[in-house]
Protein backbone atom coordinates (compact mmCIF):
# COMPACT_ATOMS: atom_id res chain seq x y z
CA UNK A 1 0.00 0.00 0.00
CA UNK A 2 1.61 3.31 -1.16
CA UNK A 3 2.18 5.76 1.92
CA UNK A 4 1.11 9.41 1.05
CA UNK A 5 3.39 11.95 2.22
CA UNK A 6 3.17 15.95 2.87
CA UNK A 7 6.44 17.57 2.34
CA UNK A 8 6.70 21.02 3.51
CA UNK A 9 9.54 23.24 2.58
CA UNK A 10 11.60 26.08 3.53
CA UNK A 11 14.46 27.84 5.75
CA UNK A 12 14.53 28.14 9.19
CA UNK A 13 11.98 30.27 11.11
CA UNK A 14 9.92 30.74 7.97
CA UNK A 15 6.98 28.70 9.60
CA UNK A 16 6.78 25.06 8.38
CA UNK A 17 6.22 24.27 11.74
CA UNK A 18 3.31 26.70 12.52
CA UNK A 19 1.87 25.56 9.19
CA UNK A 20 2.06 21.46 9.79
CA UNK A 21 0.46 22.13 13.40
CA UNK A 22 -2.43 24.21 12.15
CA UNK A 23 -2.52 21.64 9.12
CA UNK A 24 -2.64 18.61 11.94
CA UNK A 25 -5.19 20.33 13.71
CA UNK A 26 -7.68 20.51 11.02
CA UNK A 27 -10.22 17.64 11.14
CA UNK A 28 -10.48 17.58 7.72
CA UNK A 29 -7.50 15.98 7.57
CA UNK A 30 -6.88 15.16 10.62
CA UNK A 31 -9.74 12.70 10.84
CA UNK A 32 -8.36 10.52 14.12
CA UNK A 33 -9.08 7.32 11.74
CA UNK A 34 -5.65 7.23 10.97
CA UNK A 35 -1.71 7.45 12.30
CA UNK A 36 0.36 10.17 11.23
CA UNK A 37 4.18 10.20 11.30
CA UNK A 38 6.05 14.00 11.33
CA UNK A 39 9.34 13.69 10.08
CA UNK A 40 11.33 16.79 11.28
CA UNK A 41 14.97 18.02 9.91
CA UNK A 42 15.69 20.80 11.74
CA UNK A 43 15.14 22.42 14.78
CA UNK A 44 13.51 25.93 15.50
CA UNK A 45 12.34 28.27 18.05
CA UNK A 46 8.84 26.03 17.94
CA UNK A 47 8.82 22.43 18.62
CA UNK A 48 5.57 20.29 18.00
CA UNK A 49 4.39 18.45 21.20
CA UNK A 50 2.55 15.45 20.06
CA UNK A 51 0.33 15.51 22.82
CA UNK A 52 -1.54 18.70 21.39
CA UNK A 53 -2.10 16.75 18.34
CA UNK A 54 -3.63 13.41 19.47
CA UNK A 55 -2.46 9.59 20.35
CA UNK A 56 -2.59 8.87 16.55
CA UNK A 57 0.24 11.33 15.88
CA UNK A 58 4.24 10.37 16.00
CA UNK A 59 7.22 12.70 15.43
CA UNK A 60 10.95 11.64 14.66
CA UNK A 61 13.60 13.79 14.16
CA UNK A 62 16.38 13.58 11.33
CA UNK A 63 19.46 15.74 12.50
CA UNK A 64 21.51 14.75 9.75
CA UNK A 65 21.05 14.78 5.93
CA UNK A 66 23.22 11.56 5.11
CA UNK A 67 20.71 9.61 7.79
CA UNK A 68 18.23 10.07 4.64
CA UNK A 69 18.03 6.51 3.70
CA UNK A 70 15.16 4.53 2.37
CA UNK A 71 15.79 1.90 5.12
CA UNK A 72 15.66 4.12 8.05
CA UNK A 73 12.83 6.59 6.55
CA UNK A 74 10.59 2.58 6.12
CA UNK A 75 11.81 1.63 10.02
CA UNK A 76 10.22 5.05 11.18
CA UNK A 77 7.16 4.40 9.10
CA UNK A 78 6.94 1.02 10.63
CA UNK A 79 7.67 1.46 13.99
CA UNK A 80 4.87 4.56 14.23
CA UNK A 81 2.42 2.26 11.95
CA UNK A 82 1.80 5.06 9.90
CA UNK A 83 -0.56 5.71 7.74
CA UNK A 84 0.15 9.25 6.56
CA UNK A 85 3.74 10.85 6.95
CA UNK A 86 4.25 14.62 6.66
CA UNK A 87 8.11 15.73 6.44
CA UNK A 88 9.30 19.48 7.92
CA UNK A 89 12.87 19.73 5.27
CA UNK A 90 15.45 21.62 6.13
CA UNK A 91 16.10 24.45 3.80
CA UNK A 92 19.58 24.02 3.64
CA UNK A 93 19.40 20.58 2.07
CA UNK A 94 18.93 19.95 -1.43
CA UNK A 95 15.56 18.27 -2.30
CA UNK A 96 17.24 15.42 -4.50
CA UNK A 97 18.51 13.56 -1.53
CA UNK A 98 15.14 13.51 -0.34
CA UNK A 99 13.62 12.29 -3.49
CA UNK A 100 16.41 10.27 -4.25
CA UNK A 101 15.67 8.53 -0.38
CA UNK A 102 12.25 7.73 -0.82
CA UNK A 103 11.33 3.70 -0.45
CA UNK A 104 9.21 2.59 -3.46
CA UNK A 105 6.06 2.81 -1.17
CA UNK A 106 6.44 6.31 -0.08
CA UNK A 107 4.45 8.84 -2.63
CA UNK A 108 5.03 12.88 -2.40
CA UNK A 109 1.02 13.81 -2.61
CA UNK A 110 2.24 17.27 -2.41
CA UNK A 111 5.16 19.49 -1.86
CA UNK A 112 4.38 22.91 -0.34
CA UNK A 113 7.03 25.99 0.63
CA UNK A 114 6.74 27.96 3.34
CA UNK A 115 8.60 31.55 2.87
CA UNK A 116 8.69 34.71 5.18
CA UNK A 117 7.72 36.93 3.18
CA UNK A 118 10.30 39.21 4.95
CA UNK A 119 13.59 37.41 4.47
CA UNK A 120 12.67 35.40 0.59
CA UNK A 121 14.26 38.05 -1.17
CA UNK A 122 17.61 38.10 1.05
CA UNK A 123 17.61 34.45 0.63
CA UNK A 124 17.47 34.63 -2.93
CA UNK A 125 20.09 37.23 -3.07
CA UNK A 126 22.44 34.87 -1.18
CA UNK A 127 22.01 31.57 -2.06
CA UNK A 128 19.89 31.27 -4.95
CA UNK A 129 20.30 27.59 -5.64
CA UNK A 130 19.25 27.06 -2.58
CA UNK A 131 15.46 29.16 -3.08
CA UNK A 132 15.56 27.39 -6.92
CA UNK A 133 15.60 24.29 -5.33
CA UNK A 134 12.65 24.58 -3.33
CA UNK A 135 10.86 26.20 -5.88
CA UNK A 136 11.08 24.19 -8.96
CA UNK A 137 8.89 21.23 -7.89
CA UNK A 138 6.39 22.51 -5.35
CA UNK A 139 3.17 22.45 -6.09
CA UNK A 140 1.77 25.96 -3.70
CA UNK A 141 4.10 28.78 -2.16
CA UNK A 142 2.77 30.15 0.99
CA UNK A 143 4.30 33.78 1.62
CA UNK A 144 3.24 34.25 5.33
CA UNK A 145 3.76 37.30 7.44
CA UNK A 146 3.17 39.67 4.41
CA UNK A 147 0.90 43.42 5.21
CA UNK A 148 0.00 46.07 3.22
CA UNK A 149 3.72 47.12 2.51
CA UNK A 150 4.52 43.59 1.31
CA UNK A 151 5.80 43.97 -2.68
CA UNK A 152 3.51 40.63 -4.33
CA UNK A 153 5.21 41.63 -7.15
CA UNK A 154 8.44 40.98 -6.63
CA UNK A 155 7.54 37.66 -4.88
CA UNK A 156 5.04 37.17 -7.96
CA UNK A 157 8.28 37.41 -10.35
CA UNK A 158 10.61 35.16 -7.28
CA UNK A 159 8.29 32.34 -7.90
CA UNK A 160 7.04 32.96 -11.75
CA UNK A 161 11.31 33.13 -12.42
CA UNK A 162 11.48 29.36 -11.47
CA UNK A 163 7.79 28.09 -12.22
CA UNK A 164 4.45 28.79 -13.94
CA UNK A 165 2.24 26.47 -12.46
CA UNK A 166 3.13 26.78 -8.59
CA UNK A 167 0.14 28.25 -6.86
CA UNK A 168 0.80 31.18 -4.89
CA UNK A 169 -0.92 32.27 -1.70
CA UNK A 170 -0.26 35.38 1.14
CA UNK A 171 -0.87 35.16 4.64
CA UNK A 172 -0.87 37.77 7.12
CA UNK A 173 -0.29 38.16 10.57
CA UNK A 174 -3.91 37.67 11.30
CA UNK A 175 -4.01 34.18 9.59
CA UNK A 176 -5.90 36.10 6.37
CA UNK A 177 -5.04 34.10 3.02
CA UNK A 178 -5.17 35.68 0.06
CA UNK A 179 -4.36 33.92 -3.47
CA UNK A 180 -2.22 35.20 -6.13
CA UNK A 181 -3.93 36.69 -9.12
CA UNK A 182 -1.11 38.56 -10.71
CA UNK A 183 -1.84 37.78 -14.94
CA UNK A 184 1.54 35.93 -16.33
CA UNK A 185 2.09 37.68 -19.51
CA UNK A 186 4.42 35.76 -21.77
CA UNK A 187 6.73 37.82 -23.70
CA UNK A 188 5.58 37.32 -26.91
CA UNK A 189 2.31 37.06 -28.95
CA UNK A 190 1.48 33.16 -28.43
CA UNK A 191 -1.36 33.44 -30.98
CA UNK A 192 0.69 35.17 -33.85
CA UNK A 193 0.89 33.45 -37.19
CA UNK A 194 4.68 32.94 -36.16
CA UNK A 195 5.42 33.09 -32.45
CA UNK A 196 8.74 35.20 -32.70
CA UNK A 197 11.38 34.41 -29.93
CA UNK A 198 13.84 37.42 -29.42
CA UNK A 199 17.22 35.83 -27.98
CA UNK A 200 16.17 37.06 -24.20
CA UNK A 201 13.34 35.15 -24.18
CA UNK A 202 14.04 31.40 -24.96
CA UNK A 203 14.60 30.71 -21.59
CA UNK A 204 10.95 31.43 -20.56
CA UNK A 205 10.09 30.01 -23.83
CA UNK A 206 11.43 26.74 -23.40
CA UNK A 207 9.77 26.51 -19.54
CA UNK A 208 6.63 27.26 -20.53
CA UNK A 209 6.61 25.66 -23.90
CA UNK A 210 7.63 22.60 -21.47
CA UNK A 211 5.22 23.00 -18.93
CA UNK A 212 2.39 23.46 -21.36
CA UNK A 213 3.03 22.05 -24.47
CA UNK A 214 -1.01 21.53 -25.34
CA UNK A 215 -0.84 25.68 -26.48
CA UNK A 216 1.94 25.46 -28.56
CA UNK A 217 1.17 22.22 -30.39
CA UNK A 218 0.49 22.81 -33.99
CA UNK A 219 1.82 26.66 -33.55
CA UNK A 220 4.35 27.95 -35.80
CA UNK A 221 7.78 29.33 -33.82
CA UNK A 222 10.84 30.95 -34.89
CA UNK A 223 13.86 30.85 -32.89
CA UNK A 224 17.59 31.56 -33.18
CA UNK A 225 19.56 28.14 -31.20
CA UNK A 226 22.58 26.31 -31.31
CA UNK A 227 22.71 23.23 -32.98
CA UNK A 228 23.31 19.66 -31.63
CA UNK A 229 23.69 16.31 -33.55
CA UNK A 230 23.16 12.51 -32.47
CA UNK A 231 24.04 9.36 -34.12
CA UNK A 232 20.42 7.79 -32.50
CA UNK A 233 18.50 10.57 -34.92
CA UNK A 234 17.11 10.06 -37.91
CA UNK A 235 18.64 11.29 -41.24
CA UNK A 236 17.93 14.66 -41.30
CA UNK A 237 17.02 15.22 -37.69
CA UNK A 238 19.15 17.56 -34.95
CA UNK A 239 18.35 19.29 -31.80
CA UNK A 240 18.02 23.14 -31.60
CA UNK A 241 18.49 24.63 -28.45
CA UNK A 242 20.56 26.79 -25.82
CA UNK A 243 22.05 26.41 -22.82
CA UNK A 244 19.79 27.80 -19.95
CA UNK A 245 20.86 29.16 -16.32
CA UNK A 246 18.12 28.30 -13.81
CA UNK A 247 20.14 29.91 -10.97
CA UNK A 248 23.75 29.56 -11.12
CA UNK A 249 26.70 28.69 -13.56
CA UNK A 250 26.79 25.16 -11.59
CA UNK A 251 23.07 24.50 -12.89
CA UNK A 252 23.45 25.20 -16.36
CA UNK A 253 22.11 22.66 -19.14
CA UNK A 254 21.47 22.37 -22.42
CA UNK A 255 17.58 22.45 -23.48
CA UNK A 256 16.24 21.90 -26.80
CA UNK A 257 13.73 20.37 -29.02
CA UNK A 258 13.86 17.73 -32.18
CA UNK A 259 14.05 19.32 -35.31
CA UNK A 260 13.14 17.76 -38.34
CA UNK A 261 14.41 18.49 -41.78
CA UNK A 262 17.81 20.37 -42.28
CA UNK A 263 16.46 21.72 -45.64
CA UNK A 264 20.04 21.01 -47.84
CA UNK A 265 21.87 22.50 -44.53
CA UNK A 266 24.95 20.98 -43.68
CA UNK A 267 24.39 20.75 -39.80
CA UNK A 268 26.97 20.14 -37.24
CA UNK A 269 26.82 20.37 -33.35
CA UNK A 270 27.90 23.62 -32.40
CA UNK A 271 26.65 25.79 -35.31
CA UNK A 272 24.51 28.04 -34.86
CA UNK A 273 20.60 28.86 -36.64
CA UNK A 274 17.70 30.53 -37.06
CA UNK A 275 15.13 28.22 -37.36
CA UNK A 276 11.27 27.99 -38.21
CA UNK A 277 8.91 25.17 -38.18
CA UNK A 278 5.88 24.00 -36.88
CA UNK A 279 5.84 22.23 -32.88
CA UNK A 280 4.14 19.05 -33.05
CA UNK A 281 4.31 16.06 -30.68
CA UNK A 282 6.03 12.96 -31.96
CA UNK A 283 8.65 10.28 -30.99
CA UNK A 284 11.80 10.86 -30.90
CA UNK A 285 14.92 8.41 -29.98
CA UNK A 286 16.51 11.14 -28.79
CA UNK A 287 13.71 11.51 -25.71
CA UNK A 288 13.44 7.43 -25.15
CA UNK A 289 9.78 8.48 -25.78
CA UNK A 290 7.30 11.15 -27.30
CA UNK A 291 8.27 14.62 -27.06
CA UNK A 292 7.79 18.49 -29.41
CA UNK A 293 9.55 17.76 -32.64
CA UNK A 294 9.95 20.92 -34.75
CA UNK A 295 9.34 20.33 -38.31
CA UNK A 296 11.51 22.62 -39.98
CA UNK A 297 10.13 25.15 -42.71
CA UNK A 298 13.26 27.32 -43.09
CA UNK A 299 16.79 27.18 -41.52
CA UNK A 300 20.01 29.84 -41.96
CA UNK A 301 22.94 30.48 -40.14
CA UNK A 302 23.21 32.96 -37.65
CA UNK A 303 25.57 34.65 -35.55
CA UNK A 304 25.40 33.28 -31.72
CA UNK A 305 23.75 35.74 -29.45
CA UNK A 306 25.65 38.59 -27.08
CA UNK A 307 24.72 36.30 -24.41
CA UNK A 308 25.05 33.12 -25.67
CA UNK A 309 23.50 31.28 -21.83
CA UNK A 310 19.64 31.81 -21.65
CA UNK A 311 18.68 33.20 -18.24
CA UNK A 312 15.43 34.11 -17.32
Given amino acids: MDIPVYLFTGFLEAGKTKFIKETMQDENFNDKSRKYLIITCEEGEEEIEPAELGDNVSICRFEREDDLVADRLLARQKRAGADVILVEYNGMWMLDKFYNALPENFMVYQEILIADSTTILSYNANMRQLVVDKLTSCEMVVFNRTDKNTDRMALHKLVRGVS ?33 IKDEDFAIFYRDM ?19 TDSSLPKNNFAIGRHIMTCCADDIAY ?3 VADGMLGKKVKTRDWFIVEGKLTEAYSPLYGGRGPVLKVSAITEAEKPVQEVATF
Fill in 164 to 196: RKSNICYEDLGGNIEFDDIPDPLPYDINAPVID
Fill in 210 to 228: SEEFEKYNGKTVRFKGIAA
Fill in 255 to 257: RGV
